[in-house]
Structures are given as C-alpha cells and as structure tokens.
C-alpha cells in the first residue's frame, strides 16, 4: 500500500510541478504524512529533494521554449533563498512542517486558482521579451523581492505554498503570460528547493533513501512529460488544464490533511 501512495505522490508532483510550477510538496508532503504516517518534517525533506530535480528540469524545458525571465526571476529568487533559510529554521524549532493555519491558507489558495484559471484565464499579458523592454516595471519588481522573502519562509517552513504563491505573484504583480510565470516560478523553485533540503537534513530529517529515490525519479519523469504538453499547449487550453489540476489538488489535499 506504501508503494502505490509513493508512486501516486511522484505522479502528482510530478504533473504540478511541470504544469504549473507549483512545489512537490504540495502533493508528496499530505500524501507521506497523512497515508504512510511519516514525521512531516521527514516527509518535507522527500518533497523538497523531488523539488530540486524536477523543477530544475521543468524550468530547462521552459527555457528552450524562451518561457522563462532570467533577470527578474533572479532577483526573486535571492530574496526567496534568504526566506528559505529562515523558514526552514523556524521550522524545525517548531518541529512540524505545516502548521494548520499556513497549511490551510495554501490548500485554500490552490482551489482559489484553480477556479481562477477556469473562470478567468491569463490569456494576456507578456512574454519574457516583452518584459525585459519594458520599463516601468522597477516598482513592481521591488514588490515582488519582498513578496518572494515571504513566499521563501512559508517554502522553508511548511515544505508547500512556495509554487502557488509565486504563479499568483507573477501572473497578478508582474503581468507574466501563464508559460513565462510557471517557466521563472520553477526555475526559482529550484533554488528555495536546493536550501530548503540541505537545510533540513543539516537539523536532523532522516533520510529514507529508497523511497526517496522511487519518489524522486517518478516524479521527473511526470514532471518531464507535463512540462512538454505545457510548453505546445495552447494557451487558454492550457489555462483550463492547470485550474482543473489545481482545483482537484486543493479539494484531495484538504481531504488527506482532514480526513486520515
């Protein structure tokens, strides 16, 4: 039983993070934790490690396609590694990786997207090209910096939320078309990921390595086919694809958190 809900967690991970840009965590971490009963804080180190690698190699795929913005996802990313760092601290002092009130605001934030992207979807807004000419965008990305130190600690600490707050930062503040914001949420994802996971295993998670590596090479396969449908899906399709995906991700992870 173990082994079907660790191939369903890569899976799903997998096809998030790939769609959508959105952490593992958000799939692997209710899954382990509420079926198989792992520790969180163990079972955030699994979801994190499946993020570097799967991320790392979504964001590639969307850098071929020229959907990503190297200049600005940068400068969100650095703020979001020193949040990181701080969350994942915070998080081991209070031993648990999700406590129910950021745990809750993530879930809820999925289903609010998902029935966004359904109802209103991002058909507009620039492509990576149209935002580096732009150039009255400073403001908004100083807003960002400091929204990504926020989103960073809330990744380091409850091992989810990261992908869904940045997708909503990009897409809403910087006026991202959906391929540039999951391409540079991804490519930041990679990074929060990378601290994140040796800042836990630093403190103390066990490390279960069979199961992290089946977790892990499921997930990027999944996360590998998804990103390739994305990146040739037509873009209000692809919109309908990423809110039924993440409205059926905010109902199943309320349901695991509550229900098990």
């Known amino acids: 039983m173990s082994w079907i809900v660790y191939l369903l967690a890569g899976t ?17 971490t209710p899954l382990l934790v509420g079926i198989c009963g792992w520790d969180s804080y163990d079972a955030v180190t699994v979801a994190l490690a499946a993020d570097v690698l799967a991320s790392m190699l979504t ?29 994942s601290y915070c998080g081991y002092l209070f031993n648990q990786a ?9 879930m809820l934030t999925t289903i609010f997207l998902g029935i966004k992207f359904i109802t209103r979807p991002v058909t507009g807004g620039k492509d990576a090209q149209g935002m580096q000419e732009e ?13 990504g130190l926020g989103i960073g600690w809330v990744c ?19 006026g991202y078309n959906l391929k540039v914001a999951v391409g540079t949420s991804t490519m930041i994802m990679t990074v929060v990921a990378l601290v994140g996971a040796i800042s836990h295993v630093l403190m103390g998670a066990k490390i279960y390595a069979l199961e992290m590596i089946f977790v892990v090479v499921i997930c990027l396969i999944a996360a590998y086919l998804s990103a390739k449908f994305a990146n040739q899906c037509e873009i209000k399709r692809l919109n309908k694809v990423i809110g039924v995906v993440l409205l ?11 229900a098990f």
């Open 12 to 28: 799903g991970a997998g096809i998030v993070t790939g769609l959508a840009g959105l952490s593992a965590a958000v799939v692997i």
């Open 59 to 87: 964001a590639n795929t969307y850098r071929k396609n020229k959907n990503i913005d190297m200049k600005r996802g940068v400068l969100v990313g650095f703020t979001a590694l020193v949040g990181t760092t701080i969350g």
């Open 156 to 174: 380091g600490f409850t091992g989810s939320g990261g992908g869904v707050l940045m997708l909503t930062v990009f897409t809403i503040l910087l």
């Open 248 to 258: 059926i991700l905010g109902i199943f992870t309320i349901l695991s958190k509550y």
């Open 135 to 147: 150039k009255s965008v400073g403001k908004k990305t100083v807003l960002a910096m400091i929204c």
């Open 98 to 106: 999700q406590p129910g009130g950021l745990g809750l605001l993530a």
